[in-house]
């Protein structure tokens, strides 16, 4: 009953585990289709965020023309008909998309371009027409640009209508007043397709809404609709006044290669098989271990019996002693006879009873085997352990010598002393016999062989060949061919075969090892035959080998179904080309040169342009036929040595060797490209495709891999389709490995903020005139773990108009104000100036962080902050920079014109830009005295200086006389290596403390004065 209960119980456990792997299986599954699904989310979001860069791109090109034009009437509002045409050409020369510009003052449009079909335009009063009214009041209320459309325009067509307030300042005042509006029609469709939105071969689908720049409120006007309610992915694209909304999806073609599905279902397979063969093991254990419970059961019931009658076992054990054949007896600690029997007695030619009390040497055994044996009683004894050791005994009557297998057993005695139970057994006879047996026991070895076709025998002494089978019969001889002689044997081996075949028959005399190798044996009609030869020695008395017998087995058929195996891992099964496997493998081996001259080669990645217009016209048999005539004529191409793959699909992979430059390769190329142009006729249908071609070449200036070469050839390869298909494209290194260099060293230094490896140097800024401190600049460099300290021309340039630069400049300014509060806190009430980059100036946001910033140091007065901006940095917007400008000085952080005079528009950034001090670039006092040309342009600025009622500073004074020249010139503030280089903050303070201006410009101060 209770094993039928543990089968039923192993019954339920194993259905259990059925269930538990099915529902494992479905949700292995679950996870890799989910796992498919997101690889392809993110290949059509590589699509999506590429096409919204494209777009923005092209868009905010555009946009900067419409604000150079702003620009340009800001600086010129009596602006005529004509200037304005001149303007417009020269915007029109660029490569935009802009169809119209126009200029409205007071909303009144007097000027357009081009004239030509928008004459009727001149005149128009936007506050007469409310369809354009409210975006031009919006664009005047906020200040800013506004994009309005798509919408459709009188001249045909649709466009995005560009709206951009112009706002002035009366000389003499310092508010502005409202010019009007310059607006510009950009052509929508032309915007569109050159940011490849148009593309039809793009593998994702795409919509746009957002009409007027209402976001998700707008309408779609580029797509279908549809698209927003499915699962595709959405992006924004920021505009001025709005956004619009870019949604991708999967088109229905688009799939995703998925080499690892197999990989999973396989993987979990052998998973289950694994856990099934597992509970086979342990239920079977389990049985065993039931069964092995009923024996120790029966043991302990035929133990409890044997207890009862142990009394009468004593006699009877004591008979049985004495009758036994072996030796049995026992010796006390000083090696002594407490016991013995007949046998040992007879052995001794003696009594048991005489043996009592005395030891060996008492019987004639010489004294020192004796002592030896009175030592080993002793030693086994004293660790306790029992011993089993075969020794050798010499009969005191025949003197023949009897062999032994003797246990000796130390146990204590009832008296607790020391004694030795030793039973010896007589194994003489069994060992002369084991040397009769040793030849048999290893026939039998051989015999154990599993499915032999032949047995062989060969004598060593004579050489001579035994066959047990019929071997002329398995070659196809006539009966006798075969002799005896090995030398007749070896006439039938394979010549290439045979050299190694009398290598190894070296080791039949020597080796006392099985031996097995194979070879090949000539048929009667003249083909050749695998044979398996595994052979074991006879070994004489000596342990040396005296004959060998063999067994030879006919593995033919396994040889050719290995080739066959081998030969389907490295081909193509359709093409007969190489496959994936067989090209990785050749392309390691040639890169793997160590010390030898690396390989010279060129790797082509081939594509055909068109072939799945053949699949879904023709079916995908008509397209496997193509495939196979296409492979036959890439075959004719190829020179000795080089190589073609197929890696599936219609994609393949040349290997020209010895081919190093375009020149050499560029015939190779062309007969590729002709080849694949000709027209294949299959059945009534004459089919033709291109192809587009990625290639590389190795060796490079980097260590690369196999599988870096095969992704170089396949970007190339993806260049030439984007140029047009029907081409080549030459794989640029350098320009890859510069684009890696970049992404490295933007890692780099983002890792170096995180780390807090930059560090703050403070030049200071003095008056020449009479010695006293105005201030310092924060300058950044990087305290670089490897390198030492890098200069910031060395790391700047890398993340200039990078996200990375904002974050960076919020540090500067933070750790410039921490340390004017630890200078504070020392008694130094020191200004500080920090140079922010461009991109910091046109965030939205740069007051309310610059408000954020200082109000974690609220010791620290703003006026003492000073910003430096280069004179360049504005270009782009100069109102926006302005207004940005003019907020920092409400809240008292103050901002210096840095670099002045190398610029492109001096005079109106003096006029708009609300900037306290203008630093004179380093350029013009490097020269000043030895260039009139440069002490002209000094004069010049520090006049227009004072025209503006603008401080001036002069950088980079290296020497004396350049500071005296400036100060007769008027300037008398500067800073340079001529009064200080930058140093570490600690480091301010003692050079205060001993600064002195030179007796030369304190005596030029004072003669100015006089």
Known sequence: MLIKQRRATAGFLFALLLFVLALGACYVERLNQSRITTEQRAVVQKHLFRLREQLEMQLVKDLQLVRGLVASVALQPEMTAADFARIGTVLFTHDNHLRNIAAAPDMVISLIYPLEGNRRAIGLDYRNVPAQFEAVER?????????????????????????????????????????????????????????????????????IRGRDGLGERGDVFLGRAELFNEQAIVTEILLPGGYWQLAASARSEFTIAEPY??????????????????????????HAASIAQRQAETSQALLTQSMDTLHEREQLLRTVIDEMPDIVLVKDSNADFLLSNAALARLYNTTPQAMVGKYDADFGVPSELAESMRQNVLDVIASGETEIVFEDSQDSVTGEVRHFKSIKKPFKGAHGDSQLLVIAHDITDIVRARKRLEESEQRFKIAGMAAYDLVYEWSIDDDSLRWFGDIDRMLGYEAGTFSESIDRWLTFIHPDDLPAVKARSHLYRQSVDGVQQEYRMRHCDGSYRYWSDRALPLMDDDGQALRWVGVCTDITDQKEQQAQLEYAAYHDMLTQLPNRVMLSERLRQLMQHEGDAPVEMAL???????????????????????????????????????????????????????????????????????????????????????????????????????????????????????????????????????????????????????????????????????????????????????????????????????????????????????????????????????????????????????QQMLAVHPEIAPQRLELEVLETSALEDLQQVSRIMTECQRIGVSFALDDFGTGYSSLAYLKHLPAAVMKIDRSFIRDMLVDPDDRAILEGVIGMAAAFRRQVIAEGVEDIEQGELLLQQGCELAQGFGIARPMPAAELPGWLHNWQPPLAWRHAGQTETA
């Open 139 to 207: 664009a005047r209320i906020s200040g800013s640009s506004v994009l309005a459309g798509p919408l459709k325009l009188v001249q045909g067509g649709t466009g995005l209508l560009v709206r951009m307030p112009v706002y002035l300042t009366r000389p003499g005042e310092n508010s502005e007043y409202f010019w009007g509006i310059i607006s510009a029609v950009i052509d929508d469709q032309r915007l569109f397709k050159s940011s490849g939105l148009m593309d039809a071969d793009l593998p994702v689908e795409i919509a």
């Open 261 to 286: 599905t197999f990989l999973f279902r396989l993987g979990y397979g052998l998973f289950s098989l694994v856990v099934l063969l597992a509970f086979g093991l342990m239920a079977r254990s389990l």
């Open 604 to 850: 082509v990645y081939i594509d055909l342009d068109g072939f799945k217009e053949i699949n879904d016209l023709h079916g995908h048999e008509m397209g496997d036929h193509f495939l196979i005539a296409i492979s036959r004529r890439f075959r004719k191409l190829l020179r000795p040595g080089d190589m073609i793959a197929r890696l599936g699909g219609d994609e393949f992979v040349a290997v020209f060797m010895h081919t190093t430059t375009s020149d050499e390769l560029e015939p190779l190329l062309q007969g590729v490209l002709q080849q694949i142009a000709q027209p294949v006729r299959l059945d009534e249908a004459i089919l033709q495709v291109s192809a587009s071609l990625g290639v590389t070449f190795y060796p490079q200036v980097e260590d690369i891999d196999e599988d870096q070469l095969l992704r170089q050839a396949d970007q190339a390869m993806y260049q030439a389709k984007l140029s047009g298909k029907n081409g080549y494209h030459v794989f640029d290194t350098e320009q890859d490995r510069t684009i890696r260099d970049q992404r490295e060293m933007l890692e780099r230094i983002a890792t170096a903020l995180a780390e807090r490896e930059f560090v703050l140097y403070y030049q200071p800024k003095v008056n020449m005139r009479t010695g006293e401190l105005v201030g310092v600049e924060a300058l950044i460099r990087w305290q670089h773990p490897e390198c030492g300290m890098v200069p910031p021309g060395e790391f700047l340039p890398v993340i200039e108009n990078h996200p990375l630069s904002l974050e960076l400049g919020r540090w500067v300014i933070s750790e410039a104000l921490r340390q004017m509060t630890c200078w504070q806190r020392e008694g130094l009430e020191i200004s500080v100036s920090v140079n922010i980059c461009c991109m910091q100036l046109q965030q939205t946001d740069f007051v309310e962080q610059l």
